[in-house]
T-cell receptor, first 113, second 114 residues
Framework: AQSVTQLDSQVPVFEEAPVELRCNYS??????LFWYVQYPNQGLQLLLK??????LVESINGFEAEFNKSQTSFHLRKPSVHISDTAEYFC???????????FGTGTSLTVIP | EAQVTQNPRYLITVTGKKLTVTCSQN?????MSWYRQDPGLGLRQIYY???????DKGDVPEGYKVSRKEKRNFPLILESPSPNQTSLYFC?????????????FGNGTRLTVT
């Protein structure tokens, strides 16, 4: 069975501090990995994705995530957060043998001024 | 503008009264899906559709129906809603399925069943 675990349900962090949101998955087949962000009263938006190639992927707003196959992880990082980064973040996995996404339970990031 | 449109945004109803939440996409996507979002549980897939007239159950299909008669539309039907279906619902679409094709989400429908 596939599962996605986001270890932290809430992460408070001060503005301009670094942050890491953790994501681990379990799967017996190859996967594609995604991070989505959900701002209040909105749907989810794709933040970044890993499909193949370089294990470090970046978004346009300064986030990055690294695929670690041996640790089955895809942690999301940002070296310096802004107030506008306050949102819910979801890690998701898609298998190369199926037609479903599997989402983690989400991490609520709150940036404190 | 490319988008997934859900209606209504908010819905309050009573137990047993049939309702439909509409979903439409203008991106000519093959794949469409419905999710429910509940605190502490994240997003769970209800149903998905790979193409017109092709639908499959997700992880939590009980109490829901869907249809895909046209490529752009994928309505979610609750024949007899119950309070445990109170939730935030999202429709999503992607180009040809989920392998390496990210999902595009609607803005959600908050359903309350009393």
């Amino acid at each position: 069975a596939q599962s996605v675990t986001q270890l932290d349900s809430q992460v408070p962090v001060f503005e301009e501090a670094p942050v890491e949101l953790r994501c681990n998955y379990s799967s017996s087949v190859s996967v594609y990995l995604f991070w989505y962000v959900q701002y209040p009263n909105q749907g989810l938006q794709l933040l970044l994705k890993y499909l193949s190639g370089s294990t470090l992927v970046e978004s346009i707003n300064g986030f990055e995530a690294e695929f670690n196959k041996s640790q089955t992880s895809f942690h999301l990082r940002k070296p310096s957060v802004h107030i506008s980064d306050t949102a819910e973040y979801f890690c998701a996995v898609s298998l190369n043998t199926g037609n479903q996404f599997y989402f983690g339970t989400g991490t609520s990031l709150t940036v404190i001024p | 503008e490319a988008q997934v449109t859900q209606n209504p945004r908010y819905l309050i109803t009573v137990t047993g009264k049939k309702l439909t939440v509409t979903c439409s996409q203008n991106m000519n996507h093959e794949y469409m899906s419905w999710y429910r979002q509940d605190p502490g549980l994240g997003l769970r897939q209800i149903y998905y559709s790979m193409n017109v007239e092709v639908t499959d159950k997700g992880d939590v299909p009980e109490g829901y129906k869907v249809s895909r008669k046209e490529k752009r539309n994928f309505p979610l039907i609750l024949e007899s809603p119950s309070p445990n279906q109170t939730s935030l619902y999202f429709c999503a679409s992607s180009l040809w399925g989920t392998y390496n094709s990210p999902l595009h989400f609607g803005n959600g429908t908050r359903l309350t069943v009393t």
